[in-house]
């Protein structure tokens, strides 16, 4: 049985609007609605020549690390080479790619069938039965390689068990990072990779305004979350869970257990994320309901705003992804917040990756010296939180292009027009 992951979102924000929760009348309503929606035309998924190229791109880039296989397991980065997937488990599915020649799938014999059906490149596909180890198989396929005495590449998110595991079938081999193979492909995106993050923030955007013009007093999280997640049904693209923060609760990035209901007056800030053909968006807004900003609301608003201007102003190519951060922390400083992390102010960086995964390599944090290169993808959200009052979080995806930065999403205007 498969076993949904675990989401910080889900956690605090809200959630996935469950089904069987009680919904307001008005959501309910709402909800019925969207079948008005029209859906959006969507880009293909990625495809076998894509992959291969791909696969062809990490070969280069192990032999010029000096690495003689990768291993991965399930996950973002199995899907990304293989097309494959699949959950994880304790047992092992994953691919071997060595660095001269086609890669293999090891796999459970009961589940030969079904990686079949998903596989997207040429592979031959390995399997193993409950009472044998399948990292025999791959140790197997490195000495059939002639690598087994080479640098072997363990993708960053592999579980411990599997290091430890082959190392008992391979005690000289030398384990090293594979990041320098998958995050060397997977941190710069294709156009086609482009074109499907671009479709889902088209889709977020649309399903944020949907909910955020339709709230209504009394309403709680689970009711425009609910909005939300119907609206990306029919608008095509995977809901993939939202934070629904209300006021006081929008000072925690993550929100709080706390009963959170819309009242006029409040601030509401929405966190959401959609993916098509599993490439992701990741987009905030921040209104007050009901009622016109106070002067406090408006300034914190139109200081995240300058916030997200500043960021991707200092966004250049060649730029080390951390001056991002303290380009936006430098001024919020000067405004009498934090210093560095601290509160009032900015307590998490000002963006992350983002890509099949929502969070990825690299983030826009203090300290981190990768250059910013033509087809990176970033968040970017300076959010600044005052606790115990309320927060504020604007956040739209760039990603890196030869003439510099450029929105998926085009941030709003101002705090009358937050979903402009």
């Not at 019925?32 to 929606?37: H, P, V």
């Not at 997200?308 to 380009?327: E, F, H, N, R, Y």
């Not at 033509?374 to 606790?387: A, N, V, W």
Request: with cysteine; net charge neutral; charged share 20%.
């Amino acid at each position: 049985m498969l076993t949904p992951e675990f989401h910080r979102r889900a956690l605090l924000g809200g959630g996935l609007a469950l089904a069987g929760m009680s919904l307001t009348g008005f959501a309910s309503r709402a909800i019925a609605q969207t079948a008005g929606l029209t859906p959006v035309a969507l880009p293909p998924p990625i495809g076998r020549p894509e992959r291969l190229a791909r696969l062809a791109k990490a070969r280069a880039l192990m032999q010029r690390h000096g690495i003689g296989a990768v291993l991965v397991e399930s996950g973002p980065s199995l899907d990304y080479f293989t097309g494959i997937q699949w959950w994880r488990s304790e047992r092992l599915t994953g691919v071997v790619i060595p660095a001269t020649g086609e890669p293999i799938v090891v796999t459970p014999f009961f589940e030969k069938p079904s990686i079949e059906e998903m596989l997207g490149v040429p592979a031959e596909i390995r399997t193993w039965q409950e009472d044998e180890e399948p990292l025999k198989l791959v140790a197997d396929f490195l000495r059939e390689k002639g690598v087994a005495s080479s640098p072997i590449g363990f993708e960053e998110t592999n579980r411990f068990f599997l290091l430890d595991r082959l190392r008992k079938q391979l005690p000289r081999t030398q384990m090293v990072s594979a990041n320098p193979v998958v995050r060397g492909c997977r941190m710069f995106k294709s156009p086609a990779e482009i074109a499907l993050m671009q479709a889902a923030a088209d889709i977020m955007i649309a399903s944020l305004r949907y909910a955020g013009e339709r709230t209504r007093e009394g309403m709680v999280p689970a009711d425009i979350d609910a909005m939300i997640a119907a609206s990306h049904k029919t608008l095509g693209a995977s809901y993939d869970g939202g934070l629904i923060l209300i006021g006081e609760s929008s000072a925690y990035p993550h929100g709080s257990h706390k009963p959170q209901v819309a009242r006029r007056g409040e601030i509401i800030l929405l966190d959401c994320t959609c993916s098509v053909h599993g490439y992701q968006a990741d987009i905030s807004r921040t209104f007050v309901f009901g009622a016109d900003p106070n002067p406090e609301q408006r300034k914190l608003w139109d200081q995240v705003h300058r916030g997200q201007q500043i960021a991707i102003t200092a966004a250049k190519l060649g730029a080390p992804a951390g001056s991002v951060d303290d380009a936006v922390r430098r001024t919020y400083e000067s405004w009498g917040y934090g210093p560095g992390y601290e509160l009032p102010g900015t307590s998490h960086r000002t963006g992350h990756g983002i890509g099949m995964e929502v969070h990825e390599p690299v983030n826009l944090v203090h300290g981190e010296t990768t250059p910013l290169a033509p087809g990176m993808c970033f968040s970017d959200e300076p959010g600044i939180y005052i606790p115990g009052k309320f927060g504020v979080r604007l956040e739209d995806c760039f990603h890196m292009t030869e003439a510099g930065p450029k929105y998926f999403s085009t941030p709003p205007p101002s705090i009358d027009r937050p979903f402009a």
